[in-house]
């Protein structure tokens, strides 16, 4: 008799240790799949070389935005939050208004990350703009 309990007590355990299995991968899964944080805003500073003066702009994504001489668009903004000092990446596309150049192309059309600005740079002998943050 008392042998048939403890097979029903190791049967019990062993279901609660693989119900407490389960929760877990789905518990660390769902962590894992909020690692990329998409944002719907892109926060950029943008630096006047001649006035000395920074603007900070505040972008939807897919939206354009005119600042001065540029046309700024945000195509996504992505957060990762692998660590406690999270990179934040976004993919602009920039065009400068007095280039009267039939051809349109961007002055900048790439992946800009906030940590590392050097990777990516934005050449233009007026306006410098980085990445600030996503949200």
Same mark, same amino acid.
Request: net charge positive; with cysteine.
């Given at each position: 008799?008392?042998?048939?309990?403890?097979?029903?007590?190791?049967?019990?355990?062993?279901?609660?240790? *693989?119900? =407490?299995?389960? =929760?877990?991968?789905?518990?660390?899964?769902?962590?894992?799949?909020? !690692?990329?944080?998409?944002?719907?805003?892109?926060?950029?500073?943008?630096?006047?070389?001649?006035?000395?003066?920074?603007?900070?702009?505040?972008?939807?994504?897919? !939206?354009?935005?005119?600042?001065?001489?540029?046309?700024?668009?945000?195509? +996504?903004? +992505?957060?990762? %939050? =692998?660590?406690?000092?999270? !990179?934040?990446?976004?993919? @602009?596309?920039?065009?400068?208004?007095?280039? /009267?150049? /039939? $051809? $349109?192309?961007?002055?900048? $059309?790439? &992946?800009?990350? #906030?940590? #590392?600005?050097? @990777?990516?740079?934005?050449?233009?002998?007026?306006?410098?703009? &980085? *990445?600030? %943050?996503?949200?």
């Amino acid at each position: 008799m008392l042998l048939k309990k403890n097979i029903k007590v190791g049967k019990n355990k062993l279901l609660l240790f *693989l119900l =407490f299995l389960i =929760f877990s991968f789905n518990h660390f899964y769902d962590l894992n799949s909020a !690692e990329d944080i998409n944002g719907t805003y892109t926060n950029l500073k943008v630096l006047d070389k001649i006035s000395s003066k920074n603007i900070l702009v505040k972008i939807k994504n897919g !939206e354009e935005v005119k600042h001065k001489d540029l046309l700024i668009k945000s195509i +996504k903004c +992505k957060n990762s %939050g =692998f660590d406690d000092n999270p !990179e934040i990446m976004a993919y @602009i596309q920039v065009r400068d208004l007095t280039n /009267k150049d /039939k $051809n $349109n192309v961007f002055v900048f $059309n790439n &992946w800009m990350f #906030s940590s #590392s600005p050097s @990777i990516t740079p934005f050449d233009h002998p007026v306006y410098d703009i &980085w *990445l600030v %943050g996503c949200n």
